[in-house]
């Protein structure tokens, strides 16, 4: 049976009604995650922040432990100051490169 312009308008109308409730709860859907993205993101710069922190921290306890596990004569701590010195010269060279 041919169905009339009223009944195919209104059933239109109720699946454009439905179409609209989804794309809403989709689109609240869609902003609650993208805050959820920038929390973790803000979260995770934190947490590479503090990573970065203990290694550089991790980093000058080797150094300060590599020069007291040396014996104690100003001599010989300044040979590895220089040691230290010349390393990092070579790393500036190669960045430099």
Same mark, same amino acid.
């Given at each position: ?6 009944? %195919?308008?209104? *059933? @239109? #109308?109720?699946?454009? /009604? !439905? =179409? ?6 989709? +689109? &609240?859907?869609?902003?609650? %995650?993208?805050? *959820? @993205? #920038?929390?973790?993101? /803000? !979260? =995770? ?6 990573? +970065? &922190? ?44």
């Amino acid at each position: 049976m041919a169905k009339t312009k009223e009944t %195919l308008l209104s *059933e @239109i #109308q109720s699946k454009l /009604s !439905r =179409l609209i409730v989804l794309y809403n709860n989709c +689109k &609240e859907a869609n902003a609650m %995650l993208t805050l *959820e @993205i #920038q929390e973790i993101r /803000s !979260r =995770l710069d934190e947490k590479e922040l503090q990573y +970065k &922190e203990l290694e550089q921290k991790h980093i000058n306890l080797k150094a300060a432990r590599s020069l007291s596990d040396t014996p104690e004569s100003s001599l010989d701590a300044k040979q590895k100051i220089n040691e230290i010195v010349r390393e990092i010269d070579q790393c500036l060279t190669l960045l430099t490169q």
